[in-house]
């Protein structure tokens, strides 16, 4: 059969029909065992009721006004965004992408009001931030950017978690750093303790904003509602999306001091951001994580899955590391292991690799001690007879 719709991803083949919780179903009603959530979008699972109940009865009410006036979920959403994270003010887009090009334009206009005529902001090699022209520029890897230039200029590229890169910057131009908390693209990359905080102490030094890219890590994932609360920092600018709608389109770009005040009327917008359908379900999701303790789960579980992985993957040669922060985990490989996404699927399971060689796994926070154990269970078996198949020089014996 022939596909009109453009060739922008390498599809499966397989065709979800229905989701509950952590499974799925295709469409000859075949169970997965989801363990990727739409790339940490489903962090309460599919069809949560809290969130289906949520859009179903605003939906009914009211889909959309745009930022011409006043929304009162939107409102009632900032409250909360704001209340939980301590910084001032919000703004709303549709996605990730939009989320960071809100915060690019933050410094690059607090650049201009600084006198600085080219303003750039430091960004991490590995790091992804979206696919708009710049964020793809701002993105550290290559392969992202690679076919699309001329790049947006404005960008100055570091090594991830690495302090002294960050120290020996003398540049008059800069005006701020983007910094993902723990790398997902990048391959489940996470800096040493005390990484944020150094970087904030450097930040309030040179007088840099400290951007955070909580796209993936926020709304619980890592074990708190924002990745940077386990440092006990505060960021100027973070970008949210994601998990933040459980599905239903939506960003947020949050920031305080003058990063909150920079974008002023007509300078920055998005027609859809913030409709009242997707504020609905933005706040059923933080109302619900909130209620049901789900970030303490996502540090609870993810420790114990990545614990049951190291135990059963203990004696294999070509398992390089198992490292988790929460439910982000990254089982990394001595070799490509792309394959194994097919071979999961056709499993019943779903898994996600990145960085070539590293397994990323983003559970859904509601996932029962019983779906972590098959999680376990079923991938290790794969990952067994794939790095034996894969003709590796010795491989022991996993359970």
Not at 100 to 122: F, Q, S, Y
Not at 223 to 251: R, Y
Not at 304 to 331: C, Q, S
């Amino acid at each position: 059969m022939t596909s009109h719709v453009m060739a922008t991803y390498a599809r499966l083949p397989v065709v979800f029909e229905k989701g509950d919780g952590a499974w799925l179903w295709d469409e000859a009603g075949r169970r997965y065992l989801d363990a990727v959530s739409g790339v940490a979008v489903c962090g309460l699972g599919h069809a949560h009721p809290a969130v289906r109940d949520a859009i179903c009865a605003q939906a009914g009410k009211l889909l959309h006004t745009s930022n011409l006036y006043q929304i009162k979920l939107q409102e009632n959403l900032a409250d909360a965004l704001i209340a939980a994270s301590g910084l001032e003010k919000a703004f709303f887009c549709n996605s990730g992408a939009e989320a960071n090009e809100a915060a690019i334009k933050i410094a690059r206009k607090l650049g201009h009001e600084r006198g600085i005529d080219d303003p750039c902001v430091l960004v991490m090699e590995g790091s992804f931030h979206g696919r708009t022209m710049a964020t793809l520029s701002a993105t550290g890897n290559a392969k992202v950017r690679e076919g699309f230039e001329p790049l947006v200029s404005g960008f100055i590229r570091l090594p991830y978690d690495d302090l002294d890169a960050v120290s020996a910057v003398d540049d008059p131009r800069v005006v701020a750093m983007l910094v993902e908390p723990v790398q997902g693209e990048g391959g489940v990359r996470i800096p040493h303790a005390g990484y944020l905080k150094a970087l904030r102490q450097l930040c309030d030094q040179r007088g840099w904003l400290l951007m955070l890219d909580e796209v993936q890590t926020g709304i619980g994932r890592t074990g708190s509602l924002f990745a940077f609360q386990q440092e006990d920092i505060l960021p100027d600018v973070m970008t949210l999306a994601k998990a933040l709608g459980n599905g239903v389109p939506i960003g947020a770009c949050l920031a305080r001091g003058k990063a909150a005040e920079v974008l002023s009327a007509g300078k920055h917008g998005s027609t859809f951001g913030g409709n009242p359908l997707a504020c609905s379900a933005a706040l059923a999701v933080l109302k619900t994580i909130a209620s049901e303790n789900l970030a303490a789960r996502a540090k609870e579980l993810g420790n114990r899955i990545a614990a049951d992985f190291r135990r059963t993957l203990g004696g294999n040669a070509h398992v390089l590391d198992v490292r988790n922060k929460g439910l982000m985990i990254g089982v990394e490989l001595d070799q490509p292991c792309g394959e194994l996404v097919a071979l999961a699927l056709d499993a019943g399971l779903l898994v996600n690799v990145t960085a070539e060689r590293t397994i990323r796994l983003l559970p859904p926070l509601i996932m029962t001690d019983e779906q972590a154990q098959l999680l376990v269970q079923e991938l290790a078996a794969l990952i067994a007879s794939f790095t034996q198949r894969a003709g590796a020089p010795e491989t022991a014996a996993t359970s």
